[in-house]
């Protein structure tokens, strides 16, 4: 069986008729066996899709054909099995649910750092480095010496950041592909925060660009399609995904990493 690619893709554009947009993209992939999730709102694009290599760049190329997604960026992994069921495009209010109104990344949005040049400011002693992502993704990884919120999902991060974070002090973010992270520095800087950065690319950018020896990434990556998680090398990783809670575990510590508050398989765990 060939290979097949998998490629995480957002951006953030004003799409005034996303119903006209949907069916024609959903055909188009279809017709080229690609399988994966694709969300439209009036802010954008957002989505992981998967398919063997010519058929995908193929699905890419009419994406990008469409003025509205002319400059669309993705990450590229690889696996040998499809990760995804089947294919599908989904209206929302939002791309990625923040759940504030009237924050616009095309509006106001935070520096954008490339990954070869993350590494040297989070170790900034005074720069704060925020992980954006939900507590079951940041249990199996993260970059060393970030903060983790501890939260369950992203519309949780703007109470948290009010109630936690200095105003006065450099924020850095990062999230899996780029979105919530770069959906959060313009939440911040709407709030009255001076000086705020994201990753761009997320982490999937940076371990694809960033040789693994000179890395200040610990963990596995999750993703959200059927790896689970990826390594450093976005190979897929060792960890399941739990029957009853959803969160990934690893096969050698299987009462490890579930649902804080309830799993229907190991009940209460940390």
């Not at 590229?76 to 504030?100: A, W, Y």
């Not at 400011?121 to 992502?133: A, F, K, P, Q, S």
């Not at 010496?145 to 450099?170: C, H, I, Q």
């Not at 399609?225 to 090398?233: A, F, I, M």
Request: proline share 4%; glycine share 8%.
């Amino acid at each position: 069986m060939a290979q097949i690619v998998v490629a995480a893709l957002y951006l953030f554009v004003e799409l005034p008729d996303t119903e006209q947009l949907r069916v024609p993209i959903l055909r188009k992939a279809m017709l080229n066996g690609v399988k994966g999730t694709i969300l439209l709102a009036s802010e954008g694009i957002n989505g992981t899709v998967a398919g063997e290599e010519k058929a995908l760049f193929s699905f890419l190329t009419y994406l990008r054909s469409i003025p509205e997604f002319s400059l669309l960026e993705h990450k590229e992994s690889r696996t040998n099995q499809m990760p995804f069921q089947k294919m599908k495009v989904k209206i929302k209010e939002e791309i990625v649910t923040l759940g504030v109104e009237g924050i616009n990344p095309l509006k106001k949005v935070g520096a954008y750092v490339q990954p070869s040049d993350w590494n040297e400011l989070i170790r900034r002693e005074d720069v704060v480095v925020i992980d954006t992502r939900n507590d079951y993704e940041t249990s199996i990884g993260t970059f060393q010496g970030a903060v983790d919120p501890n939260t369950r999902s992203f519309k949780e991060f703007p109470k948290w950041a009010l109630e936690s974070l200095d105003k006065t002090k450099a924020v850095a973010m990062f999230c899996t592909g780029g979105i919530r992270c770069e959906k959060a520095t313009s939440y911040l800087l709407e709030q009255g925060f001076e000086q705020v950065y994201h990753l761009q690319g997320g982490i999937l950018k940076y371990l694809e660009e960033i040789p693994e020896q000179e890395s200040l990434w610990e963990g596995s990556c999750f993703v959200f399609d059927e790896r689970v998680s990826v390594n450093h090398h976005l190979e897929q990783d060792e960890y399941e995904l739990c029957e009853g809670c959803g969160h990934p575990v690893h096969p050698e510590n299987p009462s490890e990493g579930h649902h804080r508050e309830y799993c229907s398989l190991y009940g209460t765990k940390s």
